[in-house]
């Protein structure tokens, strides 16, 4: 089907920067929305970004201005530039992407494993 591999993630300092990849494989028809999430501890998972297909984005609140989401068709990767890094967005961050597979008319929500992202102060 479609697999999505997250990488980029890693430890840094508040006020640091990191980018995340994710890429999409597999017998890919098309990749529609993709997305990223993220989940602390103990906590709820929360989406952090969203992108159409067009390059529409949407953000979190808690993350405007600082994150940047973007990605490149051709490729079938997304990508979350991290700004201005604060330790509250410590998280295993994951990838999601809505995809196609050659054959099918189903669109189906798939997920990355994720990848952890530890902000220290």
């Known amino acids: 089907q479609v697999q999505l591999v997250e990488s980029g993630g890693g430890l840094v300092q508040a006020g640091g920067s990191l980018r995340l990849s994710c890429a999409a494989s597999g017998n890919i028809f098309s990749i529609n929305a993709m997305a990223w999430y993220r989940q602390a501890p103990g906590k709820q998972r929360e989406l952090v970004a969203t992108?159409?297909?067009?390059?529409?984005?949407n953000y979190a609140d808690s993350v405007k201005g600082r994150f940047t989401i973007s990605r490149d068709n051709a490729k079938n990767t997304v990508y979350l530039q991290m700004n201005s890094l604060k330790p509250e967005d410590t998280a295993t961050y994951y990838c999601?992407?809505?995809?196609?597979?050659?054959?099918?008319?189903?669109?189906?929500?798939?997920w990355g494993k994720g990848t952890l992202v530890t902000v220290s102060s």
């Open positions: 992108i159409t297909r067009g390059g529409s984005t």
């Open positions: 999601n992407a809505d995809g196609v597979v050659r054959g099918s008319y189903a669109s189906i929500k798939y």
